[in-house]
């Protein structure tokens, strides 16, 4: 039987709103891990990590992510153009800059309540239907992925089920909670001032991530007035050790999300002296590594190209010396 795919003039609301929830770091029992019970090393970093996240302190989320010396190459690569990290661990992080040009946009809360009013107000049916079909599609898109480990794409199967299932008994056609919802994030998106490359560019990664943080604060508001506390979630985060074999270790995680329970295994690994998300390091590994050769081939390029235009003026000068009349 064929998977019956979102309506499209659903999938970007429903869509936008649920799948903030991946923000969640990426099964196992089901006994309850003791909140009182002193935290492993590997667990107190990731609730680090955790709280910057619900204090909306990107700056801090990116710093306690790597080890000092790699965040500083990635300052570097940002800088350079061929980062954009942490953004690019964002769940479809190739529509933030679509979204904030739509949300930043003149005419966006006008246009964006008129979209509402006309394809999802009143039309709860179709928003559950289309809330349904996310959470198969998204579930067998998971089961479809190589990049991912057996435990993570358990781990974001549960996400996404519990997310269609909160998505389709939210108050997403509400019209006054849509109305607050468009000028909330519509005026923080205006304030951010980031909906092109270039302003990132322009801005830094430091100065990108500050510039994002309210935005981030008022899209958890958004969700939060739906019944989607991303912030419960990090805050609320246990953990405990399940194994740890020198630098590299694996945790058995617990949060609350949209009224029920995630669990999950991730691995940490120690490097510097600190611990850190094992994928996270992995990622900006091999982003560093491929920075690393784009600017050995723009140094070789451009070596190269001197090299050229040296030899090039070499030829002009000795075509000029023979071509000038001989002294009598």
Same mark, same amino acid.
Request: hydrophobic letters at 45%; aromatic letters at 6%; glycine letters at 6%.
């Given at each position: 039987?064929?998977m019956?795919?979102?309506t ?15 923000l ?13 019970a ?6 107190a ?13 990107l700056v ?14 990635l300052q570097?690569?940002?800088?350079e ?9 964002l ?7 679509p979204m904030?040009a739509?949300?930043?946009a ?6 964006l ?10 039309q709860?049916t179709g928003?559950?239907?289309?809330a ?8 067998q ?9 057996e435990?993570?794409?358990?781990h974001?199967?549960?996400v996404?089920d519990v ?5 389709a008994a939210?108050p ?7 109305? #607050?919802?468009i000028t +909330?994030?519509t !005026?923080?998106?205006?304030n ?5 490359? &270039? %302003?990132l560019? $322009? ?10 943080g ?9 969700l939060?007035?739906?019944?989607l506390s ?13 194994s ?6 694996v ?9 029920e329970?995630?669990?999950a295994?991730?691995?940490m690994?120690?490097?510097e002296?600190?611990w850190?998300?094992?994928r996270t390091?992995?990622? #900006?590994?091999a982003? +560093?590594?491929? !920075?690393?050769?784009?600017?050995a081939?723009?140094?070789?390029q &451009? %070596?190269?190209d $001197?090299?050229l235009?040296?030899e ?11 071509s000038?009349?001989a002294?009598?």
């Amino acid at each position: 039987m064929s998977m019956p795919l979102m309506t499209g003039r659903y999938r970007p609301w429903v869509m936008s709103l649920s799948l903030c929830g991946l923000l969640l770091v990426g099964a196992c029992k089901r006994d309850t891990i003791d909140p009182d019970a002193p935290a492993a090393e590997p667990v107190a970093a990731l609730r680090q990590i955790a709280r910057q996240l619900a204090d909306n302190d990107l700056v801090g989320y990116a710093r306690a992510s790597v080890p000092p010396a790699q965040y500083t190459r990635l300052q570097a690569a940002w800088e350079e153009g061929h980062s954009r990290w942490p953004l690019t661990d964002l769940p479809l992080d190739g529509q933030l800059l679509p979204m904030l040009a739509a949300l930043s946009a003149p005419d966006a809360p006008k246009r964006l309540q008129r979209s509402f009013d006309t394809q999802i107000a009143g039309q709860a049916t179709g928003v559950r239907q289309a809330a349904h079909s996310m959470g198969l599609f998204g579930v067998q898109y998971l089961r479809n992925q190589t990049d991912y480990s057996e435990a993570e794409r358990a781990h974001y199967s549960q996400v996404v089920d519990v997310l269609s299932r909160w998505a389709a008994a939210a108050p997403l056609t509400d019209k006054q909670r849509a109305k #607050t919802t468009i000028t +909330l994030l519509t !005026a923080t998106a205006r304030n951010a001032g980031l909906s092109t490359d &270039a %302003e990132l560019q $322009a801005a830094g990664m430091e100065g990108s991530l500050r510039r994002l943080g309210p935005f981030a604060k008022a899209l958890k508001t958004a969700l939060a007035s739906y019944g989607l506390s991303l912030d419960a979630a990090m805050t609320d985060l246990r953990g405990e050790l399940v194994s740890q074999e020198g630098d590299t270790a694996v945790l058995r995680i617990q949060y609350p999300l949209a009224g029920e329970q995630i669990e999950a295994q991730v691995r940490m690994t120690r490097r510097e002296g600190h611990w850190y998300l094992a994928r996270t390091l992995e990622e #900006t590994d091999a982003l +560093l590594k491929a !920075a690393d050769e784009a600017k050995a081939a723009m140094a070789a390029q &451009a %070596e190269h190209d $001197a090299q050229l235009a040296a030899e090039a003026e070499a030829a002009a000068q000795v075509k000029d010396g023979a071509s000038a009349p001989a002294k009598p």
